[in-house]
């Protein structure tokens, strides 16, 4: 009996997109099930009662941008749509540092195996870093930093998935209007614009010169025949011997129900990220016992990747730092070689949507229906007034933390035991590091209260649980990406990721699916 599919690939993010399109563009019949919506720009969320929120336990009633898991002292958040985390990252696209794959990783995973791959991936997503004339002043204010401190050496410009017009200048009359952005067709026929620094990264870019995964890996899928069903949420993978291959059984999303269905490949590539493939892995193994073979190293070696944030306050500094404006995140400083207490992190600049100011000014005009309204009316007057939200910088930072959390399932709920006592140098590290920046600036560092009272994290950047090993006992996939025991099952995302990488690893995860992809097809699997 003949399987539906040669390939099932479970989510379109990073890896799943990547893989989806190599495979499709082999000539594999190629169905892509993600459980998120195919968002367009005039469905971005931009009110608050706008559709923000998933939520897993009732993704009926709630399928929105953000999926944010909350666990003790970690939270995680992440994106649902056709595109996956690229709808919701901050553009940055860089290679993992020299000595990145040095520990933790098979052999055969290396800086230099991987080149080729970053280098696909690079063309795909079309990086480039701002141009100079265009930067923002929180690109100035990490330079000015850097050499204030003596680190100038360390100062990086980063490369961006995004479009730039070299035109276009913060000079120009009203400069963020929408209508000096420069449409064009790219590699894949479809349109795009040029950046005008919105700021609306993290919540969709409303020009499309933010080169999400829905622009151009998908497209060039679909172009080869590649099949994506949005709103399909997957439950399980089960062998299916009559078939030679994998029943991937899952929930359609149809109004506000659930409708089962499954559908067979010879092949399945799971690419639902760090937490969702891990989740996925755990109950099928564990709750349906159809993959019952898992190694038990399933759900260990999970990573935060050092992500942490800490605003400072410029009152003084002019022009203003204005985070709203710019790409979300433009440059670095790197320490990733260490900080000669041997500690690894890599401090970025930060940015947050405009939304913050939108919200602002919408809650400054209400006159407020009782008093506590009218206090948080006259709150938000006090702030528009003052200006504050335009002399704030988030100064960013991923750091190599110890990747020692553990995910399993508990009471029928994915459960995330995140120990800090390993990774807690490395974060305070970070808070040093981002404190001496702000005050060598004339900034004010606000450290987190949530970290330092309650050592609570949050990460965008979730890293392992179902690792690469040399084999099934420190690992859950090889180099390949295959699982052990289950030929022709793969996992090609963040999951399979064993170490922190220490900076965004979204360039990082779809090399990685570009070699599965690769050695899939050259294998003739």
Not at 85 to 94: C, K, R
Not at 173 to 199: E, I, R, Y
Not at 390 to 415: C, E, H, I, T, Y
Request: glycine share 10%; hydrophobic share 40%.
């Amino acid at each position: 009996m003949a399987t539906d599919f040669d390939a099932i690939v479970v989510g379109s993010g990073f890896g799943g997109a990547a893989v989806s399109a190599r495979l499709a563009e082999a000539g594999y019949r190629v169905l892509v099930l993600e459980r998120g919506r195919r968002w367009e720009v005039a469905d971005y969320p931009r009110r608050p009662t706008d559709p923000w929120i998933w939520d897993q336990d009732h993704p009926e009633l709630l399928n929105g941008w953000f999926d944010l898991r909350i666990y003790p002292n970690m939270s995680v958040v992440q994106g649902a749509g056709v595109g996956g985390g690229s709808l919701v990252y901050a553009n940055i696209s860089v290679n993992a540092k020299a000595g990145s794959f040095d520990k933790g990783w098979p052999p055969e995973i290396t800086v230099s195996e991987l080149a080729p791959y970053y280098d696909r991936v690079g063309a795909m997503l079309n990086v480039q870093k701002v141009p100079q004339e265009q930067w923002p002043e929180r690109t100035r204010l990490v330079k000015e930093a850097a050499e204030k401190k003596g680190w100038a050496d360390r100062f990086e410009r980063l490369d961006l998935a995004v479009t730039f017009d070299p035109q276009w200048r913060y000079s120009t009359p009203d400069p963020h209007n929408v209508s000096h952005s420069k449409t064009f067709t790219n590699a894949q026929g479809v349109q795009q614009g040029t950046c005008v620094h919105l700021g609306n990264c993290d919540i969709g870019c409303d020009v499309k010169a933010k080169n999400t995964l829905d622009l151009n890996y998908l497209p060039l899928a679909e172009r080869h025949g590649a099949e994506i069903r949005p709103l399909h949420v997957v439950r399980h993978v089960a062998p299916e011997a009559a078939a030679g291959g994998y029943r991937v059984s899952f929930d359609r999303i149809s109004g506000d129900s659930l409708v089962a269905g499954s559908a067979t490949a010879r092949i399945v590539v799971l690419g639902a990220g760090s937490i969702g493939s891990t989740e996925l892995l755990l109950r099928s193994r564990d709750v349906a016992r159809t993959l019952p073979n898992v190694s038990a190293f399933l759900g260990r070696n999970w990573s935060s990747n050092g992500d942490f944030l800490t605003p400072a306050l410029y009152p003084l500094r002019m022009p203003a730092v204005n985070p709203t404006r710019g790409p979300t995140i433009t440059s670095a400083i790197n320490f990733l070689n260490g900080d000669g207490q041997g500690n690894e992190f890599f401090i970025e600049d930060g940015g947050f949507p405009d939304l913050a100011r939108v919200l602002l000014d919408r809650l400054a005009e209400r006159d407020g229906q009782n008093a506590a309204e009218r206090s948080l009316s006259e709150s938000a007057r006090m702030l528009t007034r003052l200006n504050l939200l335009s002399q704030v910088m988030p100064w960013f930072a991923q750091g190599r933390d110890a990747a020692n959390g553990v995910l399993s399932l508990k009471n029928g709920r994915l459960f995330l035991e995140w120990d800090i006592q390993h990774s807690e140098e490395t974060i305070e590290a970070i808070v040093r590091t981002h404190e001496q920046l702000a005050r060598a600036t004339g900034g004010v560092p606000l450290v987190p209260l949530t970290w330092t009272f309650g050592r609570d994290l949050i990460t965008p950047h979730p890293l392992g649980g179902a690792n690469m090993g040399r084999t099934a006992a420190e690992g859950v996939v090889d180099h390949r990406g295959e699982v052990f025991g289950y030929r022709n099952l793969f996992v090609a995302d963040g999951a399979i990721v064993p170490e922190a990488i220490g900076l965004n690893p979204s360039k990082t995860i779809a090399a990685l699916a570009e070699r599965v992809a690769g050695l899939i097809v050259a294998d003739g699997r």
